[in-house]
């Protein structure tokens, strides 16, 4: 979300990737993030900005100023030619989460049927035995899932944030050139674990970050689409054989001032 400052605040500012819920309800109502910036409510290196409020609710470890919530660091991995042997020497990202940390995220239920609600809920501990990520096949992104709420966050009547990763449709592009507007994009590709063939990589596709402000109403409850990116060579082939679908609906929240 834009903001306005000057000298060293300026600086300090820019390195804020994430607000806790508090300041992001304040931010909703059109309220600037300089407002809320203390840099004794920073965590990760200034990357985290938390209310007074929140701070108090968080773990006593992570209270303390060198505190991390999560760390990453570098994995060698090695691939090995099947024709020649020849190595290729690379490395992944693994992420460690800090004590009573972890991955959140929200749903919105469009369809609430409890069928649908069971489904889901089986299919994502299904995913978290599975593992969240890459490297499953060596026990990395094994999790565990519990529900801890429901939130009650504005509806999308105006100017709005978008809190998933969003692919507008040919109608909603327009909305993108308002003045109020502020976004970035993101290129996403990956792999593909299929059972029907394996070490595909997925179309790459161009999103709009989680954290981006729309400046219209969408025209439609739920703006964005879904898209199938699997793999298609240049002869027309599709080796996979089904649908490989990447998610590209909005979670959207609706903002009372604007892109503040």
Not at 194 to 221: A, F, W, Y
């Amino acid at each position: 979300m834009l903001f306005r400052s000057q000298g060293n605040d300026a600086k300090k500012l820019k390195r804020v990737e994430y607000v806790s819920e508090e300041i992001f309800r304040s931010l909703l109502k059109g309220e600037p993030l300089a407002k809320f910036f203390d840099e004794k409510l920073t965590l990760q290196k200034g990357k985290v900005l938390v209310g007074k409020k929140d701070l108090e609710k968080l773990p006593a470890e992570l209270k303390k100023p060198e505190a991390s919530i999560w760390d990453a660091e570098p994995r060698p991995r090695v691939t090995l030619d099947r024709a020649t042997s020849a190595s290729n020497l690379f490395h992944i990202g693994q992420v460690y989460f800090a004590k009573e940390c972890g991955l959140w995220f929200a749903i919105r239920w469009v369809d609430a049927a409890p069928e649908k609600k069971k489904q889901f809920n089986d299919m994502l501990h299904e995913l978290a035995e599975a593992g969240f990520g890459a490297e499953r096949g060596v026990g990395m992104g094994i999790a565990k899932v519990h529900e801890s709420g429901t939130l009650d966050l504005p509806e999308a009547n105006g100017a709005w944030v978008t809190l998933s990763r969003y692919l507008p449709k040919e109608d909603e592009v327009s909305a993108l050139g308002h003045d109020s507007t502020a976004y970035s994009i993101k290129a996403v590709g990956g792999w593909v674990d299929s059972p029907t063939n394996m070490g595909q990589r997925r179309k790459p596709v161009n999103l709009i970050e989680e954290g981006s402000v729309i400046g219209e109403k969408p025209p439609r409850d739920v703006p964005g689409q879904m898209v199938d990116v699997q793999p298609t060579y240049r002869s027309g082939s599709k080796p996979l054989g089904h649908e490989v679908y990447r998610n590209g609906f909005a979670l959207a929240v609706g903002m009372e001032g604007g892109a503040g």
